[in-house]
């Protein structure tokens, strides 16, 4: 069992940026893909952003290629998301997940995450 606990959420400006981070309980950190996710008000929610369990590999959603970028530190247990350049469209809660399909590859399918955060709330003002 792993449980993850976000922070770092909150209100800024357009332009603005913030780092959310993610941090995981429990053993092989390392051995989980990790991913960020978003859910706007009356949305699904959406992948953002993954990384792989040896922080090789990384992967986004088009929407935030060039102003987000997504970390780990394993030796912390711990998964960063870097937001830069953030507008309205970015307001949404946003979820860390860990997934134990592979720890090689970045997993972008909702589905195939099988622990998730309680959400960090991130407000972008125009």
């Known amino acids: 069992q792993v449980q993850l606990v976000e922070s770092g959420g909150g209100l800024v400006q357009a332009g603005g940026s913030l780092r959310l981070s993610c941090v995981a309980s429990?053993?092989?950190?390392?051995?989980?893909?990790m991913g960020w996710f978003r859910q706007g008000l009356g949305k699904e929610r959406e992948f953002v952003a993954g990384i792989s369990g040896d922080a090789v590999a990384t992967y986004y959603h088009d929407s935030v290629k060039g102003r987000f970028t997504i970390s780990r530190d394993n030796t912390e247990n711990t998964v960063y998301l870097q937001m830069n350049s953030l507008h309205a469209g970015d307001t949404a809660i946003y979820y860390c997940?860990?997934?134990?399909?592979?720890?090689?590859?970045?997993?972008?399918?909702?589905?195939?995450?099988?622990?998730w955060g309680q959400g960090t709330q991130v407000t972008v003002s125009s």
């Open positions: 429990g053993r092989a950190f390392s051995s989980y893909a």
């Open positions: 997940g860990a997934s134990t399909f592979s720890s090689h590859t970045v997993v972008a399918g909702k589905g195939l995450y099988d622990f």
